[in-house]
């Protein structure tokens, strides 16, 4: 069921914000890398079988 | 304050006196261009809408100078359409309740220029004189180089506060590049439905730009406006949304 009838989606750049010894470019890429981590492992999944 | 773009515009709907209007500021949004704040930050204009202690408050970077010139405007000169787009951004601060709208007045290459400080340091200004809870800005991911190169300002202008003067939540939103691929469990979900008619009135505005935008711009990247569909409706059962963030900062009632 669903609860909301519209939805947007944010990046979450709070830790930036707190911890300036973040470095914001592997911040960001770091969630591309979990995506294509993701993306990999759900794929080879399927591929491996 | 005195912001360092001489041409700069800070509007005041309710005739506050500009200092007393900023510092009730709770939720900041700062977008690059005229018709941003409406698109990416409506949780937090939605927010504060009916609020006695809650206001958002905008800050618009660009001056609107790369506009398209279609239709009705098509023998605008930049300085006319920059005029058009201010004001259009006055009338959305009075529809959305705004406590402020700061226009910074700046052009996009002196936004992207990366030696440049303006921008910065208007922005420490603002943040230190508005001490916001929740600031939105675009998202590090955004395709258009102007959204990326304000949300570095606006990190590096966090950054150069105390700690106690920093936002407690900073979300990078979406404009030209979606966030649905984010990791679900990363992904912060912002619930921007309730307030139809503002939407629709903030809509209307948007719609208006956007078309005049057009050449400016990627096209097909934004969905096209209308009730409510400023944003992603939502297709997701509450069992699949159980593993999203809902915005730990939330905003408030709405």
């Not at chain 2, 300085?79 to 201010?86: D, G, I, L, S, Y």
């Not at chain 2, 929740?134 to 959204?147: L, Q, R």
Request: aromatic share 6%; net charge negative.
């Amino acid at each position: 069921m669903d609860q909301s009838d519209a939805l947007a989606f944010a990046m979450d750049l709070t830790p930036l914000a707190l911890d300036d010894t973040l470095d914001v470019v592997a911040y960001v890429t770091g969630f591309i890398d979990r995506f294509k981590a993701d993306v990999t492992a759900k794929l080879r999944q399927r591929l491996e079988r | 304050m005195q912001l360092r773009n001489s041409s700069a515009d800070i509007f005041i709907p309710d005739g506050k006196a500009p200092e007393e209007a900023l510092l009730r500021i709770s939720h900041l949004g700062v977008g690059a261009h005229q018709d941003d704040l409406e698109f990416m930050a409506f949780h937090g204009i939605q927010a504060c809408y009916h609020s006695e202690s809650e206001w958002f408050g905008g800050v618009t970077c660009t001056n609107g100078a790369g506009s398209s010139r279609t239709g009705s405007y098509e023998r605008f000169s930049d300085a006319e359409m920059m005029a058009v787009r201010r004001q259009e951004q006055r009338q959305a601060a009075i529809v959305g309740r705004y406590a402020a709208m700061v226009q910074l007045d700046y052009a996009s290459k002196i936004v992207k220029d990366p030696a440049d400080a303006h921008l910065k340091e208007d922005l420490i200004d603002i943040l230190s004189a508005a001490q916001p809870r929740v600031v939105y800005t675009h998202n590090p991911a955004d395709k258009h180089e102007t959204h990326v190169a304000v949300v570095a300002g606006v990190i590096q202008a966090i950054r150069e506060l105390p700690k106690q003067q920093r936002p407690q939540a900073v979300y990078g939103c979406e404009v030209w590049r979606d966030l649905d691929w984010l990791p679900d469990a990363e992904k912060v979900v912002h619930d921007v439905c309730g307030h139809e008619n503002l939407a629709a009135a903030l809509n209307g505005f948007v719609r208006f730009a956007d078309r005049r935008g057009e050449a400016l711009r990627p096209r097909g990247d934004r969905p096209p406006p209308g009730q409510c569909d400023l944003f992603r409706k939502s297709r997701r059962g509450s069992e699949r949304r159980a593993g999203l963030r809902h915005g730990p900062h939330a905003a408030g009632p709405g």
